[in-house]
């Protein structure tokens, strides 16, 4: 069965520092996609970034970086130099396949990042 | 902004009732995807339609339906309402087989 595990309910850092939100996944498809997104307090999904299950190359966007690993099933998010404005509720993301495409996303149960100044 | 919208923004309503939500996705995403996010069950896929037509279904309840126009606009139908439906009710927008970018959510109170 498809499924995804934030173990980190909650994390609270001060700003600058760096923190790993954690993200493992199940899913008997051979190639799928992973996501993350982020929820601020204002409530809106904003979508941060798909990986394809071919590339294992860690992703690097600014003060964001995701370390993705097939053997360990994980797909961990790092912010680094944390501020406050990355205070939020991450989700980390796996699409069902149906038909041959991508369809409806299994999110994790949200890790709430509160960043204090 | 995700080029997503959803209308009304809140809802307050009372058991009982029926309400109806309504989606435009991004320009030229045929598939639209409903989700619900309460405190007890997380994020939760609805329904998906793509093109028109309904394409998966997830976790929804009879109570509650959806539909997709021929202008793409999406709207899902509650009714016999309960207190334990208050939820923020996001839609999704893609092409079929890519990224999801969601609406900013309704959020549905029911006293």
């Known amino acids: 069965a498809q499924k995804v595990t934030q173990a980190q309910t909650e994390i609270s850092v001060v700003e600058k520092e760096d923190v790993t939100l954690d993200c493992v996944y199940e899913?008997?498809?051979?190639?799928?996609?992973l996501f993350w997104y982020k929820q601020p307090p204002s409530g809106e999904l904003v979508f941060l970034i798909r990986r394809n299950s071919f590339d294992e190359q860690n992703e690097i966007s600014g003060r964001y970086s995701w370390n993705f690993q097939k053997s360990t099933s994980s797909f961990n998010f790092t912010i680094t130099a944390s501020q406050v404005v990355d205070s939020a509720v991450y989700f980390c993301a796996l699409p069902l396949f149906y038909g041959g495409s991508q369809g409806n996303l299994i999110f994790g149960k949200g890790t709430k990042l509160s960043v204090k100044p | 902004d995700s080029g997503v919208t959803q209308t009304p923004k809140h809802l307050i309503t009372a058991t009982g009732q029926r309400v109806t939500l309504r989606c435009s996705p991004r320009?030229?995403?045929?598939?639209v995807y409903w989700y619900q996010q309460s405190l007890d069950q997380g994020l939760q896929f609805l329904i998906q339609?793509?093109?028109?037509?309904?394409?998966a279904k997830g976790n929804i309840l009879e109570r509650f339906s959806a539909q997709q126009f021929p202008d793409l606009h999406s709207e899902l139908n509650l009714s016999s309402l309960e207190l334990g439906d208050s939820a923020l009710y996001f839609c999704?927008?893609?092409?079929?087989?890519?990224?999801?970018?969601f609406g900013p959510g309704t959020r549905l109170t029911v006293l």
């Open positions: 339609y793509y093109n028109g037509e309904e394409r």
């Open positions: 899913t008997r498809d051979t190639t799928y996609y």
């Open positions: 320009s030229g995403d045929l598939s």
């Open positions: 999704a927008s893609s092409p079929l087989g890519d990224e999801q970018f």
